[in-house]
């Protein structure tokens, strides 16, 4: 533990490595319910997710940790200014993958070294192969998962980014950690989507973070509404948890808030082209989900603001070469502006789109313009 707080971790744990409880059954259930949404890879590796044993067949041990990324303010205070983003709390810096890799590996050879003259074998993960993190880390006693699912820790609350080495040698596992929700369900009814169907049960399809990250085509129209200005994750069901009161600022500093992520301008953000896209956000998650996804996620942001005065960045998105650019533009724009000045902007420029999917953003919102 010494040497995994020297290099930054907040906690470190261990739990023997045989499956999660229950895991199998209850992520057969929830791919079965098609809750993973368009997350194949989750259906495509279930048989080896549900068993860590199926990554490194001789592991006797998972070493978890957990690092706190503790906002330093309310992270639901950017949902208020409607022309800014909200970005969510661990997007607003480095990757937290190649944050914590690095130290990761540092600490299993550190492990290595401390086992000889034994030999060891270690795998390290940081969400980057089909491993329950949460069960796993709960068992090793970190936190429990909460009814929103993700693990919560009775020291940092939500904030906590979990990691995992794999080891063949056998470690004295730590007593698991027990579920202290209670009656509590401030999460469950915190959620502008409704994304639980039941306590400790997500509906990825229905999740801000799932809509807004993970999902490449057109946002379902019936949801974009209660997405806000949230342009990447979503954080409400985290924040609210009454057990971060005992949460503390995190202490590493590449993922500290940057100051132009705090709440960046939508406008600013729509306008970005290939390039100043990928220079804007070196380095950070945001990253990995490109211009377009990107784009499309601050264009509903901007179809929510109720602000007349961002209509022009939505017009300025209709020519697009991307579709789904050009669809949340046609959406934003309907919310807009005026019944009569979408149907004149709809009549110049519908009939010229080429792609099916956009030509029915255009159809669907002079529909809803009309009423
Ligand atoms: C897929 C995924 C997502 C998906 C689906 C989330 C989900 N809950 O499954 C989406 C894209 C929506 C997502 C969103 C987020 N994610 Co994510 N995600 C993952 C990933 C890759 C796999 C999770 C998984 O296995 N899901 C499958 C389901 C079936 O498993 P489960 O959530 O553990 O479900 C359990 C419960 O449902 C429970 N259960 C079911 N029925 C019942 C009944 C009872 C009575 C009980 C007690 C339990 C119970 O059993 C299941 C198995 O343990 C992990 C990394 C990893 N490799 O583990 C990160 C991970 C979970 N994500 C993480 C984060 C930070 C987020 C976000 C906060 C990001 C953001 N700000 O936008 C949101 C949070 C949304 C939320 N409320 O979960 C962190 C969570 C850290 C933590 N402290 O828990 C992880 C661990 C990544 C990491 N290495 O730090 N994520
Ligand atoms: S991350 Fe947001 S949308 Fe997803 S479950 Fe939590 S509150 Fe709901
Ligand atoms: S908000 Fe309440 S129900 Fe949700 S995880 Fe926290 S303690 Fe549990």
């Not at 429990?144 to 020291?155: E, M």
């Not at 971060?244 to 729509?270: C, F, I, Q, S």
Request: with cysteine.
């Amino acid at each position: 533990m010494a040497k995994a707080r020297a290099l930054g971790f907040d906690v470190c744990r261990i739990a023997t490595a045989d499956s999660p409880a229950l895991a199998r059954e209850r992520l057969g259930a929830w791919l079965a319910d098609g809750a993973h949404g368009d997350m194949a890879w989750m259906a495509d590796t279930a048989e080896r997710r549900a068993d860590p044993r199926a990554l490194m067949p001789d592991a006797k041990s998972v070493v978890m940790v957990g690092m706190n990324y503790g906002p330093a303010e309310n992270p639901l205070a950017a949902l208020a200014r409607k022309d800014c983003a909200a970005i969510s709390v661990y997007a607003r810096n480095r990757d937290y993958h190649d944050v914590i890799k690095g130290k990761l590996k540092e600490l299993a050879a550190h492990l290595v070294a401390a086992a000889r003259p034994e030999r060891a074998d270690v795998k390290v993960f940081v969400d980057t192969a089909p491993l329950m993190e949460k069960p796993l880390a709960a068992r090793a006693g970190i936190g429990w998962q909460g009814k929103h699912t993700n693990l919560v820790s009775r020291s940092f609350g939500s904030w906590l980014f979990l990691g995992a080495i794999l080891t063949d040698l056998a470690l004295d596992p730590d007593p698991p950690e027990t579920d202290h929700c209670g009656s509590c369900r401030a999460c469950l009814d915190a959620c502008p989507t409704e994304a639980f169907p039941a306590p400790y049960r997500l509906d990825a399809r229905r999740c801000i973070s799932y809509l807004t990250i993970e999902l490449k085509g057109p946002i379902p129209r019936a949801l974009r509404p209660a997405i806000g200005n949230r342009i990447y994750g979503c954080d409400d069901c985290l924040a609210v948890c009454p057990w971060n009161k005992y949460a503390a600022l995190g202490r590493e500093a590449k993922l500290a808030a940057r100051d132009d992520l705090a709440a960046p301008p939508l406008e600013d953000l729509a306008s970005l082209d290939d390039a100043a896209f990928r220079t804007r956000f070196s380095g950070s998650p945001i990253r990995r989900v490109g211009r377009a996804r990107f784009v499309r996620n601050v264009l509903v942001a901007i179809g929510n603001s109720g602000q007349t005065s961002l209509a022009g960045a939505a017009l300025d998105r209709l020519g697009d070469e991307d579709p789904r650019i050009r669809g949340a533009a046609v959406w934003a724009l309907a919310r807009l502006v005026g019944r009569e000045a979408f149907a004149a902007i709809a009549a110049a420029r519908a009939g010229g789109e080429s792609d099916a999917e956009v030509a029915q953003e255009w159809r669907e919102s002079q529909r809803e313009s009309d009423r």
